[in-house]
């Protein structure tokens, strides 16, 4: 018997059986196989070595190799049948002969080598399929290999396989490399680390196992670093697959101590663009879930959910960098997107995004809109899986940003961006939440949300489509909504509606019939609310079908390329889309016909809406301007000889307010005065032979000048489209007069209201041409209202003062809608560049601001009469109320067929069931009602009270009505709602740059100045939002307010942005800082009480408003108040950002610091923006010795810091800290200080003034803008200038600070609390050492002491507001100990444990004194107290197991003892225990009741001074209390972290 049969026959007894040319099988168990070999082995030494040779030769032949490197087979039990016995899985049960062979210990060795020995023979012969991967025999040979239960010589099967590795081809390279980890043993994972971690640089087209099998090695951490290094370094030329392996290696492998360098490496070499770009051109087939930009945030997404340290260090990292936004900007938005989905970390992320969305202009690290957008279109994949904390992050910026913020635009941004490039789930999920914030009734909300909605449809209408139900859904609801806010939403659905005119769907033209049927319901509809929604609504669908791009033929033809037969569809369309826009304008015409002449002023000021924004087409454009230019001159133009033949006149009529003698043309204002007619003036003035006016007027509800000013308004804007903005054809009306009153006697004697009937003209009587002092007409003829003489003016005024309250009501009437007129002239012709109109319009503003005066006088004289004035009540405004509106019984043009009967009858008077037999009309409130809408009336569903019943109810506040403004109805009190706005164009009276002679240029009255720059302030703040960080310190009134007035229905001001009104703001921005200069000049040298600067003085400055009498002075006092107002708010505006707004931003630091002392256009433009700060923060302060009062004085302050705010990093802290004391006095911080202190030594008058507010702002801008040592000018202020007031000082006034006293302590108490936190909290701890980081804790502690001693001083008037802030803001330091200054002193606790212990002893006072406070809560039952003592009380608890844990960690527990605080009162003194000692001991295991003292029983008392004792004595004390008190204290913490 030779080896080779002796070896079978051995084999085949142990279990196993050799088949020729097949399978082996297995007809025994693994374990009892290698048993009995091994036995055989031991038994015959000469049979291993056999067996040895006899594996070779089998695994010699390569042509039967596989047989034995595959299970084996199982023999039945019938063993009559062979076959591979596999699990559930698939995977066989049997392992191969060589495995089973591998399992023996005397072949292993030899067998291992010999399977080695094979793996090159196979090298090139299997060629590179990857799905044969599986049947390859180098990866069988490997498969024997892995997982061994043990491994004789592991040294030598790694050495041989590190060895195999160096000369085998790169695909077995990669096979041994994965194979590696499930083949060595433990023992020699460092030895293969390091080989492979050689290898990363050597063969980077391995680096993708590599990196998978260091993962599963045990790695040292210098290698792992090593190994990173080189990771990173080859992540820019890296192929885009290979880089989320590369990511994950480098996330999984990085420790705490490394995450921060190494995550700011990542940020520096990843470059995300290219990895885009790249993977585009590679392969355009893949999922878009697999592309590589997708694979690597999956990667950083899994990381991050798996590891703290990570998370922590990127937020770090994010919130602290300094560099400009570029390539890491999108991986930073991305990592904060994954983390926001992590509900512990969703309101830190949070915060850092409004920190970085809200960054001030100089800072490049902003967030922008366009930042944002762009980064979103550029990785639609990698934001489309992260769509859900994207959503969620749009959302809550649209709840919580204010109207037109950073914060709203980047939301706007996020959803636009969103919405354009992700997939029809995206877009509905956004479509569905952007209807839920309309729906919220949140102001801010509803604005982003609804013009989001508009600029999706805008670009891209085809992608809303599909989405138009949810905007459909809304019209239920918009009557709850403002003006502008239904017009963005009509616009959307307009759009959308009218998308495939060319096309005729039947599905667009449905959409757009149920807009027309809707907007047609609320034309018709008797509330005035569903009329206003009724008017947008068919303007906004006119805008969309006769727009100038709608019916833009040329357009049109010019995409057909010239063909006739391709233009005929689109050219088809275009006349259909006409014949709507002319049916939409039909019908609106046509509903105006049936309801009141505030109706048709509203439908006026809509349509000149749309005009302005050039949103008509010429054509129609044509035609309106037609129709409404005839209408005007017919009803409201005239001239002296058409007066003369009107009206009863013993001379010639009496004109008022001309600017021009030869000029005949006159506005009429007296012939459609509803109050004339009412009290029977018409009557009387008109003569008999006059034709009715009801004849060619249609007969509506309310007065007919409610539409004089927009009508105006309409035909002006129509007249500059259609003359390139020119006014050649209609520039009478700007000189042309108005004839307010006939001549009336005013010498008749007096009829009250109550026995004065309307339409009888018994009270009145024409007055004798000889005696013109009681001429009514002749009075106020030429410009007696608007006289230049102020002494002549008011002596008339107090004349007409004294008239009979019927002629001052009917006066009030005419000089409202003079006013008004006045208006729409100044917006008209202000834009107009001529001189001799620029001359006009100033003189017009002039008159207006008398005008207004007069009417306010008149309106003053009237309160409390039965007739007092009031627009809503007189029909001509809008009622601010949503009551419903009857119709009259008149078609339009004539008379209606009635029966009247001879008397009026009396609506009151008539009882309902009374109507049903009744067929005639009934008179009421000057209209015939049918029955229906007399039955209504008398029901009480018509609110159509006459006017002076309508004055009763003045009492009830009523609802806006949509216009944005909350304003009360008392017209006497505040008439500035009630007027007509001055837009855009009327504030280009003000620019200086288009004045053509200095000499002849006509100059603003201290009064038409004060009304134009109100206008302009009141529109500048309520558009210009406030940056974030500022917004708390103006409590005048919340910002985002929408501006508009109750007069004008279309505001472009209310409806335009804040870049738009930005835009129109900026080039007359440098004509405000010259008016600046000139008021303070003028006041300067009529006023002698501050000193004018040299810069004022000395230089020849033209004048720019006229001074007629020193009395003058008050109205430059106002303007001097609106332009700092102004200027303030321009410079706080957040959309000022270094990304998007560089160029304005340069503009406006040019404009200041252009009006700054030895300042040229030549030297601006070389300039850099730190340099453009400076001259503009020294012209600022130049002209703070001009201003007179401490407000004024809080402006400048207000505009120093934030152009200070403009360049952040230039006159940085290190930087002052190398320079000498005086230098740091004059640099920016160093001012600012000095000036807050200034502020606050009342070196300016009106301290006394001073709001609450504006103290906290004084006081924090003194301290933390000090150039020397804030922390130390905190200190004192806590122990020095605060307690001053409280030592009984004379008066209760601080000689150290002036405004400092009893009533203005607790927000200087606030500030010094807020800011000595906010010191210690941006404090950077880390940079100091042992000694200055207890120096400075040593400060805080002391300064918080003082603080908090404070309180135990204070009278009871006094408590109730300064404990909750000393509350509150003890929260915020026990917060800040916890979490910065505990574990800082931690760190150097025994190189300085007196220190330590010392300061840790001050700050136990301060915790004892806020467990008083929160004591005192349940004793004065101050609920607002109450509020604060929870939380306050969990931080205290925290604080005291950080104490705790820091003597524990240092073997120091016997230096501290824990126990039950002793019972105080807010005073500090011992309080009786109420609570019997069962009970308390009972409830010694509550947190409420934990203390730790850190002193000794003698230096527990709070007035020893003596310095602690050394920690090494009290270390010396018995272990047992320590023992005690660490188990007391475990199940205390435990019980904290369960709460």
């Known amino acids: 018997m030779n080896s080779s049969q002796r070896c079978r026959q051995a084999i085949d007894s142990c279990g196993v059986d050799i088949v020729e040319d097949g399978l082996p099988i297995q007809k025994a168990p693994s374990a009892l196989f290698r048993y009995k070999l091994s036995e055989a082995i031991r038994e015959d030494e000469d049979l291993g070595s056999q067996l040895g040779d006899f594996l070779d030769d089998l695994l010699s032949n390569h042509d039967s190799i596989s047989l034995y490197l595959d299970p084996m087979s199982q023999a039945q039990p019938n063993d009559t049948e062979l076959s591979t016995v596999t699990d559930v899985a698939g995977m066989p049960q049997t392992e191969s002969l060589v495995r089973l062979m591998l399992g023996v210990d005397a072949l292993q060795t030899r067998l291992i080598s010999t399977l080695l020995e094979k793996f090159p023979e196979y090298i090139g012969d299997e060629g590179n399929d990857e799905e044969a991967g599986a049947t390859k025999i180098s990866a069988k040979l490997l498969r024997q290999l892995r997982w061994l239960d043990y491994v004789i010589d592991s040294s030598g ?350 599905q667009d033209d449905s959409m757009f019939n149920d807009l027309y049927i809707y907007v047609r319901k609320q034309l018709s509809s008797v509330y005035s609310k569903y009329n206003r929604i009724g008017v947008v609504g068919t303007v906004s669908l006119l805008r969309q079908l006769g727009g100038e791009n709608s019916l833009d ?318 627009p809503g009540a007189a029909g001509l405004i809008p009622e601010l109320s949503d009551s419903l509106s009857a119709r009259p019984s008149v078609p339009f043009g004539g008379q209606a067929l009635r029966i009247q009967p001879s008397t009026p009858i009396d609506a009151q008077a008539i009882e309902p069931n009374e109507l049903h037999s009744s067929g005639l009309l009934v008179e009421a409130g000057g209209l015939l009602l049918s029955q229906e809408d007399t039955r209504k009336l008398v029901s009480g569903t018509i609110d159509m009270q006459p006017a002076e019943a309508s004055m009763k109810k003045r009492g009830r506040k009523r609802k806006s009505g949509g216009f944005g403004t909350s304003t009360t109805e008392d017209f006497a009190k505040s008439l500035y709602p009630f007027l007509r706005e001055l837009s855009f164009s009327a504030f280009q009276i003000l620019d200086l740059s288009h004045e053509h002679s200095a000499e002849h240029r006509p100059l603003l009255s201290p009064y038409g100045l004060w009304v134009i720059l109100r206008e302009l302030s009141a529109a500048v703040s309520s558009k210009l939002v406030r940056r974030a960080e500022k917004r708390h310190l103006w409590a005048s009134k919340p910002p985002g307010l929408q501006f508009g007035t109750l007069a004008t229905f279309s505001s472009n001001i209310a409806s335009s942005t804040a870049s738009k009104m930005f835009a129109n703001l900026l080039p007359i921005f440098p004509s405000l800082l010259a008016f600046l200069d000139c008021c303070l000049e003028t006041r300067a040298r009529y006023c002698h009480d501050v000193s004018m600067p040299d810069r004022l003085s000395s230089r020849n400055r033209p004048r720019l408003i006229s001074i007629d009498a020193p009395d003058d002075v008050a109205a430059v006092e106002q303007c001097i108040d609106l332009l700092l107002q102004t200027v303030s708010t321009v410079l706080h505006w957040d959309g000022l950002q270094i990304g998007s707004e560089h160029s304005s931003l340069v503009a406006i630091l040019s404009a200041l610091a252009r009006q700054g002392q030895h300042t040229d256009d030549e030297e601006l433009a070389d300039m850099e923006v730190s340099a453009l700060v400076r001259r503009s923060f ?225 700050m136990q006072k301060c915790t004892r004194i806020l467990q008083s406070i929160c004591n005192h809560s349940k004793v004065s039952k101050d609920t607002k107290l109450q509020s604060a003592v929870p939380q306050t009380k969990r931080k205290l608890e925290q604080l005291i197991f950080q104490v705790y844990m820091l003597m524990s960690n240092n073997d120091s527990l016997g230096a501290i003892d824990l126990g039950t605080l002793k019972h105080r009162d807010v005073h500090g003194q011992l309080v009786g225990s109420q609570i019997p000692r069962d009970q308390l001991e009972s409830d010694s295991e509550s947190l409420e009741s934990l203390d730790v003292s850190i002193a000794s029983e003698s230096e527990q008392s709070e007035d020893n001074a003596a310095a602690p004792q050394r920690i090494t004595e009290k270390a010396r004390r018995g272990n047992g209390r320590a023992i005690g008190s660490r188990n007391k204290i475990g199940k205390r913490i435990e019980l904290l972290q369960r709460r």
Not at 279 to 299: E, G, N, W
Not at 396 to 409: N, P, Y
């Open 553 to 870: 033929t040329a357009r049109v033809e010019e995409a057909a390329g010239g063909s006739s037969t391709m233009a005929t569809q689109p050219q088809a369309a275009n006349i259909q889309a006409l014949r709507r826009a002319v049916q939409l304008l039909e019908m609106l015409m046509d509903s105006g016909r049936h309801q009141s002449w505030t109706f048709v002023s509203m439908t006026y000021d809509e349509l000149a809406h749309i005009v302005e924004t050039k949103g008509l087409h010429r054509q129609l454009l044509t035609w309106l301007h037609e129709n409404v230019s005839s209408r005007f001159a017919a009803q409201f133009l005239s001239d002296i000889d058409g007066l003369a033949e009107r009206y009863v006149c013993p001379g010639q009529p009496s004109v008022a307010l001309s600017l021009d003698e030869e000029e005949t043309t006159v506005l009429d204002i007296f012939n459609h005065n509803g109050d004339a007619a009412g009290y029977g003036m018409h009557k009387l003035a008109k003569r008999q032979d006059q034709p009715e006016d009801s004849e060619s007027v249609p007969r509506l509800r309310g007065c007919m000048l409610a539409c004089l000013p927009s009508l105006l308004r309409l035909i002006q804007v129509c007249e500059k489209a259609l003359s390139q903005n020119s006014l050649a054809e209609i520039d009478a009306l700007l000189v042309c007069g108005i004839f307010l009153l006939p001549p009336i006697d005013i010498a008749t004697p007096r009829t009250s209201f109550v026995s004065l009937e309307p339409g009888i003209s018994g009270s009145f009587t024409i007055a004798d041409s000889s005696s013109s002092a009681n001429n009514a007409s002749r009075l106020l003829a030429g410009n007696a209202l608007v006289d230049v003489n102020e002494d002549e003016r008011r002596a008339l005024l107090d004349s007409i003062c004294h008239w009979q309250p019927e002629l001052r009501r009917i006066l009030c009437s005419s000089l409202y809608t003079a006013a008004n007129w006045i208006r729409e002239i100044v917006n008209a012709f202000a834009d107009q560049n001529t001189e001799e109109s620029r001359a006009r319009v100033v003189q017009r503003v002039n008159q207006l601001a008398h005008i207004e005066a007069d009417l306010e006088a008149l309106a003053v004289s009237l309160r409390g009469n039965a007739g007092e004035f009031h």
């Open 157 to 506: 099967l790694t050495e041989k396989l590190l060895e195999t590795l160096g000369f085998v081809p790169v695909d077995m390279q990669r096979e041994i490399i994965l194979a590696l980890p499930d083949i060595i043993s433990d023992s020699d994972t460092s030895e293969v680390s390091k080989v492979l971690a050689g290898m990363l640089n050597e063969t980077p087209e391995l680096m993708l196992c590599i990196l998978e099998t260091l993962g599963s090695l045990e790695c040292s951490s210098g290698l792992l670093q090593e190994a990173r290094s080189s990771v990173i370094s080859q992540l820019l030329s890296a192929e885009p697959i290979d880089i989320p392996v590369m990511m994950r290696f480098l996330l999984q492998s990085v420790s705490s101590d490394v995450a921060t360098p190494t995550i700011l490496r990542i940020r520096k070499r990843l470059d995300l663009e290219s990895v885009v770009l790249a993977s585009r051109y590679q392969d355009r087939s893949k999922d878009i879930d697999q592309t590589p930009d997708v694979l690597i945030f999956d990667a950083i997404a899994t990381c991050l959910r798996s590891h703290k340290h990570l998370r922590d260090a990127w937020l770090k990292i994010i919130s602290t960098d300094t560099d400009d936004v570029g390539s890491h900007t999108t991986l930073d938005i991305v990592v904060l997107l994954i983390i926001h989905q992590i509900t512990t970390y969703t309101k830190r992320v949070e915060s850092i995004l409004r920190n970085k969305i809200d960054s001030v202009s100089s800072q490049p690290t902003a967030y922008t809109p366009q930042l944002v957008e762009t980064t979103i279109q550029k990785f639609p994949a990698v934001f489309s899986t992260q769509f859900a904390a994207l959503l969620s992050v749009s959302s809550w910026l649209i709840r919580t940003s204010s109207l037109g913020s950073q914060g709203s635009r980047v939301a706007q941004a996020i959803v636009v961006g969103a919405f354009g490039t992700m997939g029809m789930f995206q877009r509905q999920e956004i479509s569905g939440e952007l209807a839920v914030h309309i729906g919220s009734g949140n102001l801010n909300e509803v604005d982003t949300a609804t013009r989001i909605y508009l600029e999706l449809a805008q670009r891209h209408p085809r992608e809303l489509r599909p989405f138009a139900v949810f905007i459909k859904g809304l019209l239920d609801y918009v009557d709850n909504l403002s003006i502008d806010h239904i017009r963005s939403i009509f616009d959307t659905l307009g759009i959308l509606s009218t998308l495939n005119n060319s096309s005729g769907s039947a």
């Open 1178 to 1402: 020294d012209y600022i302060l130049g002209i703070a010795p001009a201003v007179a009062v401490s407000s004024r004085a809080l402006d400048i302050l207000r505009m120093l810091v934030a152009v200070r705010g403009f360049a952040p990093l230039y006159e940085t802290k290190e930087e002052v800290c190398c320079m000498g004391a005086e230098q740091r006095n004059n640099t920016m911080d160093g001012q600012i200080s000095s000036f807050a202190q200034r502020v606050l030594n009342a070196e300016w008058q009106g301290s006394e003034s001073l709001k609450p507010v504006d103290l906290e702002y004084l006081v924090a801008q003194h301290i933390t803008k000090n150039p020397h040592d804030s922390m130390q000018l905190a200190y004192e202020y806590a122990t020095q200038i605060l307690p001053g007031p409280l030592q009984g000082t004379a008066d209760g006034v601080d000689k150290t600070l002036a405004v400092l006293r009893l009533s203005t302590f607790a927000p200087c108490y606030k500030a010094v609390s807020q800011t000595l936190a906010a010191l210690v909290q941006n404090a950077k701890l880390n940079e100091l050492s042992g000694s200055d980081l207890l120096q400075f804790c040593s400060v805080v502690v002391d300064a918080w002491m003082e603080l908090c001693r404070i309180t135990q001083k204070l009278n009871q008037s006094m408590q109730r507001s300064v404990l909750h802030l000393a509350l509150r803001s003890g929260y915020t330091m026990t917060d800040v100990f916890a979490k910065t200054i505990i574990p800082r002193l931690d760190a150097c606790f025994f190189a300085h444990r007196e220190e330590v212990v010392a300061v840790l002893q001050r």
